[in-house]
């Protein structure tokens, strides 16, 4: 039986594997900070930042969530503080974007809200343009059912996002339209929460998940007005939810596959 190795041999090439990390793929961590609100209410922020290898001549990927706000609230912190970022573009910043969330964080809720009145305001019987993005996505299976659509339901309303969640048989798709951005953060949600339970019935990530189509809603395509949650006891059916929106050619292409 080989003998050990000696300790200082294991440190060193514990050393070498951590450096060679950070040089190929830079390094994350979390950050937990309590803010005051508009109200003195505390706001528990969780920051993840992830610094690149070139880091500070590069800027940071930043995350940010928070029991406290809606999501569309995260996204808003989130663009502040990189757009904050580029002010000290090559050189260190995690500190001085940590103190600055902490002193302007009331006022960019405050702007958050006026601004997401007016755009309600504004799309109220309008269409949503040409920058309207679609994304199809299949679910294997849901344990929790009522739970998760909860989840969703929150998820849809809080990046204003419209569509259809559908159920018919074992055949679960998430139909959603909206801007771009707040697709792919949906997305990210979507991949990242324990949204579920495993088999043991403890809180899990969605692992069995598959984006079917993500693309520009067409002229001819409808746009949906809200986000709705519904059943279809056949593929007919589901197959005139599709046809009444102008999206034939979608259902055509990545439904029948699925009953294989």
Avoid at 19 to 43: A, P
Avoid at 122 to 140: E, I, N, R, V, Y
Avoid at 208 to 233: D, G, P
Avoid at 245 to 256: D, H, K, M, N, Q
Wanted: glycine residues 4%.
């Amino acid at each position: 039986m080989p003998s050990a190795l000696p300790a200082t041999y294991c440190i060193n090439l514990f050393m070498l594997i951590f450096l060679f990390f950070l040089e190929t793929h830079g390094i994350t961590f979390r950050i937990q900070i309590s803010v005051k609100e508009l109200l003195d209410t505390d706001v528990l922020l969780k920051l993840l930042f992830h610094l690149p290898v070139n880091y500070p001549s590069t800027l940071p990927d930043i995350s940010v969530s928070s029991d406290q706000l809606t999501r569309a609230q995260c996204v808003d912190v989130k663009d502040k503080l990189l757009e904050q970022a580029k002010k000290h573009l090559s050189e260190p910043m995690v500190h001085d974007l940590i103190l600055w969330i902490q002193q302007h964080l009331k006022y960019i809720i405050k702007q958050s809200a006026t601004v997401c009145h007016e755009k309600t305001t504004l799309s109220k019987g309008t269409s949503t343009g040409d920058d309207t993005w679609m994304l199809l996505l299949h679910l294997d299976h849901m344990r929790a059912k009522a739970k998760y659509v909860k989840t969703v339901e929150k998820w849809t309303s809080d990046l204003r996002l419209t569509g259809r969640l559908m159920f018919m048989g074992k055949i679960i798709l998430i139909l959603l339209q909206g801007d771009r951005s707040n697709i792919k953060e949906y997305l990210i949600l979507q991949k990242t929460s324990k949204v579920d339970v495993d088999s043991s019935g403890k809180k899990c990530k969605e692992k069995m998940i598959s984006v079917l189509c993500e693309t520009k809603v067409q002229a001819q395509q409808k746009r949906f007005q809200t986000f709705e949650v519904k059943e279809y006891s056949t593929l007919d059916e589901l197959q005139k939810e599709f046809e009444n929106s102008g999206l034939t050619a979608l259902f055509l292409e990545f439904v029948p596959p699925l009953l294989k």
